[in-house]
Each structure stands twice: as structure tokens, then as C-alpha cells.
């Protein structure tokens, strides 16, 4: 099972909401896109209260802004 990768496979749908005080849908937000990965944050989607965070290591977004294609 090595060697393969699951894109968005493993996202975050719910999460705990110390404001709502409990598990809310959550948006996720891309904060950096570096050479090395992407970091993203997720929020509540309710509050907007950062709930979680994350890195991931795909450079084809990074890559793809150098060659001047963009990704929203
Ligand atoms: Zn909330």
C-alpha cells in the first residue's frame, strides 16, 4: 500500500468547534503554497473560528503557479 496517494481521501469534514461547542462542518482555507506543500487551515463553517490545521505535500499547486498557471 506504499507509494500510492489519495488526494482528499482524507479531509476533514467535522470538526469540534470550541465556539459552537460542538462538531461543525468546517471550510477549508489555503493559507501558503510553498515548493514543499500546502498549508491549509480549516474554520468553522458557522463561526469562522480556526478549528484545525494542515500541511499536505503536493507541489503541483506551487508548480503550477510558476508556470503561470493559476489554481483558485
Ligand atoms: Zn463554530
Request: charged fraction near 25%; aromatic fraction near 6%; hydrophobic fraction near 30%.
Amino acid at each position: 500500500m506504499t507509494g500510492q496517494r489519495q488526494y482528499d481521501a482524507l479531509e476533514a469534514s467535522e470538526l469540534f468547534c470550541p465556539t459552537c461547542r460542538r462538531a461543525q462542518p468546517v471550510r477549508r482555507h489555503l493559507l501558503l503554497v510553498l515548493p514543499t506543500g500546502n498549508k491549509y487551515e480549516y474554520r468553522c463553517a458557522a463561526c469562522g473560528t480556526p478549528v484545525g490545521a494542515k500541511d499536505d505535500t503536493d507541489a503541483s499547486e506551487f508548480n503550477s503557479i510558476l508556470s503561470g498557471r493559476r489554481l483558485k
